[in-house]
């Protein structure tokens, strides 16, 4: 713990953060990972576990910060907690999230959902619940997102956990989007009214501005409003595909549907003219069966 340089008839301790044995003509000082807090030290101690020191002629070992951890004595660095798991100042090791919850890597506490679960609103978004019936839950600080067949509310973030069911084949859901969340951003609790600011480098301006339009993420092109029950202007609800459609494609399909109508009328016409004035077409097979079909019902609707 003390050296002499050979000048000098007496020996000086060694100051701290360095060491020395028998001898010696200088002191060591103490490597990354030991300490010594004390003068004429013979050795350095190493940083003990949940503790490091990256410094050489280090007094004393730092505590691993919250989030990070550290099993190993004589370490000069922490490793961050991974997703799911955290860890509070000075851990040797990180702790599992409770059932329900989850966190984001180096956390110092299990503040996110787990998947299949979203937070509540409460004061400190805290409290986690299982994600509700016909919906799909991210975890994190998703909201609850309707499957398709189904529509929520996202005028605020507490009435997004309430699933509706639709009654037209209008609510797109996030069912048929690989990989998970269609819009993902806008799921995400800052997209929410009572959270968001636009000046907020969460989520910019303009996919923002997608996220207000309510119905485009969760009807179909051409419908919106509640449960997506409504058709957008210049749109029209069609009954046998269950969708709103473009009125110049409804009337496109209207004009061939009567098209169709008027030829199969014109043809059964010629044929039932035929068979009055044609006498050797009266007896046929094909004729026996017009005969039967009766002419008066046959009716060319317009689709409106």
Known sequence: GKYSSGS??????????????????????CSKGTFTNSTGSTSCSDCSAGK??????????????GGKYQEATKQS???????????????????TCA????????????????????????????KSEVCPKNAYCAGGLYAP????????????????????????GTCQGISKYAGGLR??????????????????SYINNEDQDKCDLSSDVLCLTGSWGPLCGSCKPGFIFRGA????????????????????????????????????????????????FIAHIDTGSIKVVWVT
């Open 241 to 288: 595909k269950q969708t709103c459609e473009k009125c110049d494609l409804a009337q496109s399909n209207a004009l061939l549907m009567l098209i169709i109508g008027c030829s199969l009328a014109f043809f059964l016409g010629i044929l039932m003219l035929s068979v009055r004035y044609v006498p050797r077409f009266r007896d046929s097979a094909l004729i026996r």
């Open 145 to 168: 997102a309707p499957l398709a067949g189904y529509w929520s509310d996202r005028s605020e973030y507490d009435y997004s956990s309430v699933i509706y069911q639709c009654s037209r």
């Open 77 to 95: 660095s922490c490793y961050s907690c991974e997703s799911g798991t955290y860890a509070r100042t000075g851990a040797y090791y990180c702790e």
């Open 183 to 200: 819009n993902s951003s806008c799921w995400h609790q800052h997209s929410f009214p009572e959270f968001y600011n636009k000046s907020s």
């Open 8 to 29: 000098t008839h007496e020996c000086i301790k060694c100051d701290v953060g360095k060491w020395s044995g028998n001898g010696v003509d200088s002191c060591t000082v």
């Open 52 to 65: 490091y020191t990256n410094q050489n002629e280090s007094i004393s070992c730092q505590d691993c910060e």
């Open 99 to 126: 059932f329900g919850y989850s966190s984001t890597p180096a956390s110092s506490r299990c503040d996110v959902a787990d998947v299949g679960y979203y937070l509540l609103n409460t004061t400190s978004y805290s």
